[in-house]
């Protein structure tokens, strides 16, 4: 997509790129903007303000992050179990 994002809001990016963004009005450039994903420039194509979203727009990502939860969860259970089971040996290197 050659590095556009979707709309962005306070919290979903690293710190640095977050200042950067939320400072510019829509149009401008950013400076360099290091993070540990590495440098970024960024432009601010729009704003939108803030709203709550309705339910029929958020729904499907609702039902991608519970069964994620879920699916994490199963993971954890099943390697607890395993761990319990097994006869580990760890050794420093």
């Known amino acids: 997509q050659g590095g ?13 790129f ?11 450039l950013s400076g360099v903007v290091e993070t540990p994903l590495g440098f970024h420039i960024v432009q601010a194509v729009d704003r939108q303000a803030p709203r709550v ?20 969860e199963r993971l954890r259970a099943a390697v607890e179990s395993l761990m319990a089971k097994a006869d580990v040996e760890r050794f420093a290197l």
């Open 53 to 72: 979203a309705e339910f029929d727009e958020v729904k499907e990502r609702i039902r991608i992050v519970l069964q994620t939860e879920e699916a994490q």
């Open 18 to 28: 977050e200042q950067a963004a939320f400072m510019l009005q829509p149009g401008q």
């Open 4 to 16: 556009e994002l979707p709309w962005v809001q306070r919290g979903q990016t690293l710190p640095p």
